[in-house]
């Protein structure tokens, strides 16, 4: 198999990416950097640092010029860093030296890098939010459907009690609608680096401060107030909230696996995957590269907070490790997203399933409602115990258990096992939630 199934020809389709994959390519991370070098001569013209002539053809030639990444590989290779390829390329491509000498003025490496970066990770933030919005949406539709769908939850893999089929869908999309909420918070720590060799701007000119005020509005990007260049917290704050996105697709994807497999049949997907041997099987392919790729997510988030382990000013192990681990952070957190939209856009009940389930369980399912039930007549300890004998016949008759309760306490109305009459709040969860998802829109 490919080295990253991102990139695979094969494999790409079933952890899919949309855009986001191309946010992490060579071309990507160059034309990232170039522009922030011609923005970041637009500024210093603009403050007398560097000539303006100067400021004004470094700009153009930002836009203009081509850098294969091709021929920065070896330099690279030598520095530990792409930035001296990519100036020494840039200068070439100028052939204009007398302008080309004010490139990269007072920057450092790792000012380029990491502002080229934040100004990626802002249209990877833009297509994740877009994604949740579009799941969220159509959870809420969903639960709106299906508020009082009666189903049996469960607890620990066993049946619990009666909820309904609308406040699952709410419990899966809380989370996300959450996240969708907080996306332009974490959007603040897209932050600016403009801080020099040793995070001191010494050679920055008079006003470094001001300097990297201005490049963060020309890039619209947040200015930091000060060199982050060891403190990774922007980007670990960003990465967890991809992370959390990844983790809530995961928990949809668990559960619809449960929810389809053999023998309860609950739930089914707009698109199931086939076996190579048995043509009966569709296979939950959607959820479970949900799970997959939450699993991946949270082992690669585990070794980017270590990674913010920097020594001193800069830390070249620790930086190495960021951008082994980031990108496939996102595309995988990303690839779980776009998984979540498609199943909450096709996904659907079997609600005679649903009931069958709860049929099936003989009334157990409502022995807690009875219990209450019976509280009008006894004390609470005596109507558990009163239930749990009755429960106990149940199991060794094969009797319901409603049958058994009405023929001990002829006074119970009917109506009691009827689980659309136990669904207690799972109904107005389910319409708080559809309500919120509009609300988003």
Request: hydrophobic share 45%; glycine share 8%; with cysteine.
């Amino acid at each position: 198999m490919p080295a990253t199934p991102f990139d695979s020809i094969h494999l790409s389709g079933l952890f899919p990416t949309g855009d986001t994959a191309r946010l992490f390519s060579d071309s990507a991370e160059v034309r990232a950097m170039m522009l922030v070098e011609g923005t970041l001569a637009q500024v210093q013209g603009a403050h007398g640092v560097i000539p303006e002539t100067a400021a004004v053809a470094i700009h153009r030639a930002s836009l203009e010029c081509q850098i294969d990444p091709v021929g920065l590989a070896k330099a690279t290779a030598q520095n530990g860093v792409t930035t001296p390829a990519l100036v020494a390329a840039f200068r070439e491509a100028m052939q204009a030296p007398e302008h080309a000498a004010y490139l990269h003025w007072g920057a450092t490496s790792q000012d380029i890098q990491d502002t080229a970066l934040m100004l990626r990770l802002r249209q990877a933030l833009t297509q994740q939010a877009e994604r949740l919005t579009a799941t969220v949406t159509a959870l809420g539709k969903l639960a709106a459907a299906h508020a009082e769908t009666p189903m049996a939850a469960r607890t620990y893999g066993q049946h619990a009690t009666p909820t309904s089929f609308g406040a699952q869908v709410g419990q899966w999309g809380w989370p996300l609608l959450s996240l969708a909420k907080g996306a332009d918070a974490v959007r603040g720590n897209l932050y600016v680096s403009l801080s020099g060799a040793a995070g001191t701007g010494s050679a920055l000119g008079d006003n470094p401060a001001r300097l990297r005020a201005d490049l963060a509005e020309k890039l619209n990007l947040s200015d930091p107030g000060h060199s982050w260049h060891a403190d990774r917290s922007p980007v670990l704050n960003i990465a967890a909230w991809f992370t959390r996105c990844a983790l809530a697709a995961g928990k949809m994807g668990e559960d619809l696996i449960l929810a389809t497999q053999s023998g309860i049949s609950e739930v089914t997907l707009g698109g199931s995957g086939g076996s190579s041997t048995m043509p009966q099987k569709q296979n939950p392919v959607q959820p479970s590269a949900c799970v997959a790729l939450a699993r991946h997510a949270q082992g690669l988030h585990s070794t980017l907070e270590g990674a913010s382990l920097h020594r001193q000013q800069r830390d070249g192990a620790a930086w190495f490790t960021e951008w082994l681990v980031l990108p496939q952070l996102i595309l995988a957190c990303s690839a779980a997203m776009t998984h979540a939209q498609q199943l909450a856009e096709t996904l659907a009940p079997n609600q005679q399933a649903m009931q069958d389930t709860l049929d099936g369980t003989g009334g157990l399912l409502l022995a807690e409602a009875l219990t209450f039930a019976l509280t009008d007549q006894m004390s609470r300890p005596k109507a558990q115990a009163a239930v749990k004998e009755l429960c106990t016949q149940a199991r060794t008759t094969g009797k319901p258990l409603a049958e058994l309760a009405l023929t001990a306490y002829p006074e119970l109305p009917g109506s009691l096992f009827d689980a659309r009459n136990t669904l207690g709040t799972a109904p107005d969860e389910a319409r708080a939630f559809a309500k919120a998802s509009t609300d988003l829109g």
